[in-house]
C-alpha cells in the first residue's frame, strides 16, 4: 500500500465516495474485469496512475459478452446465437428528449418535422405529425417496408405499456483532477479534490 494507505483510510473515515468493493458493485464492476484490468497493466509494487477510463473500458468489455439486455436490443449484439427475445410495441411509446428537435439544427438526422427516424430492431419508421405538450408529440407508425427511403437514424425506444420506473446513478470521477495527490496541482490536498458530483441520481 505505502503511500496511498492514508489516502484511503482518510476517504473511509470521512465516508467519501470510495473504490471499495461496495462502491465497486454499485457502479457494476464485477471482480472478474477488475482482475482483466490489472493483468493487462502488469501491475508491479511501484506506485503508479492510470486514467479511470482504461478500467471503465475493461468493465465495459466484460459486461458486453456477459450482461443481459432489458431494452429494446438483442440479448447479445456481439454474438446472434445467443438468442433474442421478443418486444411489445403500443401505441404509445417513449423516446430519448434529445432524439426529437421541433426546431433542428443543422446536420441533426433524428426525429423533426419533414424528417422521420426508425424505431431499431422494431421494423417501424416513425413520421412526426405534431406537438401535443411540452414532452408529448402524436407521430405516425409506417411499416419500413412501405417507405422508399431508409431513414437517416434508428432510434431506441421503450414500449409505454410495458415499461417500469426506475432510478438511475450516474457516476462521474471521484476526483477533479487526474492525480489528486500532486500538490502542484491540488496545493490544499486530496481532500480538497473531490467531486462534489461524484454522483447523482435520475
Known amino acids: 500500500m505505502g503511500d496511498s494507505t492514508f489516502p484511503m483510510v482518510s476517504l473511509v473515515s470521512e465516508k467519501l465516495p470510495n473504490l471499495l468493493k461496495q ?3 454499485r457502479i457494476g464492476t464485477t471482480q472478474e474485469a ?3 484490468f ?6 508491479t509494487g511501484a506506485q503508479m496512475t492510470v486514467d479511470p477510463s482504461m478500467l471503465e473500458a ?4 466484460y459486461l458486453n459478452v456477459h450482461s443481459p439486455r432489458f431494452n429494446d436490443v438483442p440479448l447479445f449484439p ?10 411489445s410495441l403500443s401505441s404509445e411509446i417513449y423516446i430519448e428528449i434529445s432524439d426529437f428537435n421541433e426546431v433542428p439544427e443543422k446536420g441533426y438526422r433524428r426525429l423533426c418535422p419533414g424528417q422521420s427516424v426508425g424505431l431499431r430492431y422494431a421494423g417501424i419508421v416513425l413520421n412526426f405529425l405534431k406537438k401535443i405538450g411540452p414532452n408529448e408529440i402524436a407521430a405516425e407508425f409506417v411499416h419500413v417496408s412501405e417507405v422508399k427511403s431508409k431513414p437517416k437514424a434508428f432510434i431506441h425506444w421503450v414500449d409505454a405499456s410495458d415499461s417500469s420506473n426506475i432510478t438511475i446513478r450516474l457516476y462521474d470521477r471521484l476526483f477533479k483532477h487526474a492525480n489528486p495527490e500532486d500538490p502542484s496541482v491540488v496545493p490544499g490536498g486530496f481532500l480538497t ?3 462534489p458530483r461524484f454522483v447523482a441520481s435520475a
Open 38 to 43: 490489472v493483468a493487462r497493466l502488469g501491475v
Open 193 to 195: 479534490d473531490v467531486n
Open 58 to 61: 475493461s468493465v465495459r468489455s
Open 78 to 87: 456481439d454474438d446472434p446465437s445467443k438468442g433474442t427475445r421478443s418486444l
Open 23 to 25: 462502491g465497486f458493485v
Open 34 to 36: 477488475v482482475n482483466n
